[in-house]
């Protein structure tokens, strides 16, 4: 008998207590007090399935407190899920906040974008998708989809929907990134939701070709270092070639046919992926990524904004 994942999500709001965390505008770190944000705890219940046994999931959300506190009920705000890389995972629920979640807590980065953000910790020795670091550095082989998700990325999808069903998200604004093994996740993620996001920011990561086709609507913007050391920067290079293909053959078939009576001129497409080597940066591409400014992913991510469908009303 096939078994059905289930998940139970508990949410357990604690105050946030005083803390230094930088916001980085135009590449200069702030520090300032927490303040404006409170963490969530998740805890995220994931049945057995497929021979795998059953597994308990942590995370935290960060919520804008500060900002849900003075806006009217009416009012939504974005959600971030970030996906944390391979020296983050454990069982202590805290160590996947640094880097991009510990500059998404601060007060100046909450006073400028308050949104939500979902960061899951993934166990030790696990992964958010299948990685084979062996056959991509000595074969030259490309990550490759599997059709169902690891465990560690169900529970990833379970906490999303749990926090889009009880917390106020704008579903317009809901993006994904992540770094190093979170890179990798990001891609594998974004093709098992292609619906779901309005922009996905893989860092130093890849992903399989084959799934370009999937996600060629979505708006990506692909990071890597050019002297990476640990992710080869080919494997981006790849995934930019695959969905930038894509992309343009999806952009030609929904292109409106011409009026002759009526010429219109070329439309201006808006390019996709926008892709970003950093020099000299060897894995921690995500430090200059994640900033606002020209140089950094942040400004043009929270630009981004999918059309959602209203609301169908249940009244009769």
Not at 71 to 84: E, N, Q, R, T
Not at 220 to 236: K, N
Not at 301 to 316: D, I
Request: glycine content about 6%; charged content about 20%.
């Amino acid at each position: 008998m096939k078994l059905v994942a289930s998940v139970v999500l508990f949410i357990v709001f604690a105050a946030s207590c005083a803390a230094s965390a930088p916001v980085v505008e135009d590449g200069v770190a702030t520090p300032t007090l927490l303040s404006a944000a409170h963490l969530a705890v998740i805890e995220a219940k994931v049945a057995a399935q497929h021979g795998e046994t059953e597994a308990i999931y942590r995370g935290q959300l960060i919520t804008p407190s500060a900002a849900l506190a003075h806006a009217s009920a009416d009012v939504k705000f974005p959600l971030i899920v970030f996906l944390h890389g391979a020296g983050e995972r454990g069982d202590d629920n805290k160590i996947q906040l640094q880097h991009f979640p510990h500059l998404c807590m601060s007060d100046a980065f909450q006073a400028k974008h308050p949104c939500f953000v979902l960061a899951m910790q993934c166990h030790k020795d696990e992964l958010w998708s299948p990685i084979d670091l062996a056959g991509i550095r000595e074969r030259n082989e490309m990550p490759k989809f599997s059709a169902e998700p690891m465990r560690s990325m169900r529970a990833v999808m379970q906490a999303i929907d749990e926090v889009l069903a009880t917390q106020r998200v704008d579903r317009a604004r809901i993006y994904l990134t992540g770094l190093s093994m979170g890179g990798f996740g990001s891609f594998d993620l974004a093709a098992r939701k292609p619906e779901l996001f309005a922009a996905v920011a893989p860092i130093c990561g890849g992903g399989d070709p084959k799934t370009a086709e999937i996600v060629a609507a979505i708006p990506f913007f692909i990071v890597h270092g050019d002297d990476d050391p640990i992710v080869p920067v080919a494997l981006s290079r790849a995934m930019n070639e695959a969905i930038a293909t894509a992309s343009a053959e999806l952009a030609r078939k929904n292109r409106p046919k011409p009026d002759p009576n009526h010429p219109t001129p070329m439309p201006k497409r808006q390019p996709n992926p926008m892709y970003r080597e950093y020099t000299k940066v060897g894995h921690a591409s995500w430090a200059p990524a994640f900033t606002f400014g020209d140089n950094g992913i942040l400004d043009w991510m929270f630009a981004q904004q999918k059309a959602v469908a209203p609301a169908v009303s249940q009244t009769k």
